[in-house]
């Protein structure tokens, strides 16, 4: 069964960067696109980036673009999320999501905050 782990979360100022990553345990997520979302506090989740299991093919929410890029290194069993530019509105619960065979696998978030 694969496990997903966020950690990189934490508390920014308007403008700051946070890199938030995704790691597996006990499996490996070369094989399989990876995607980040987000859920902000009485807000539904919503898709942020993806990126296919090569890393050669990713895609972005209208709101991140030009500030988010989503990366991986299958060597380390990890996906990134580099965020910059970030915005009091980036504030959420962000997730690392696999979806296999119509079966999908959550992390348990890490929380980002950005202060104005």
């Known amino acids: 069964q694969l496990q997903l782990v966020e950690s990189g979360g934490g508390w920014v100022q308007l403008g700051g960067s946070l890199r938030p990553s995704c790691a597996t345990s006990?499996?490996?997520?070369?094989?399989?696109?990876t995607a980040w979302f987000r859920q902000a506090p009485g807000k539904e989740r919503e898709a942020v980036a993806c990126?296919?299991?090569?890393?050669?093919?990713?895609n972005y929410a209208d709101s991140v673009k030009g500030r988010f890029t989503i990366s991986r290194d299958n060597a380390k069993n990890t996906v990134y999320l580099q965020m910059n530019s970030l915005k009091p509105e980036d504030t959420a619960l962000y997730y690392c999501n696999v979806q296999i065979q119509w079966v999908n696998y959550w992390g348990q978030g890490t929380r980002v905050t950005v202060s104005s």
């Open positions: 990126i296919s299991s090569s890393g050669r093919s990713t």
């Open positions: 006990g499996s490996t997520l070369e094989d399989y696109s």
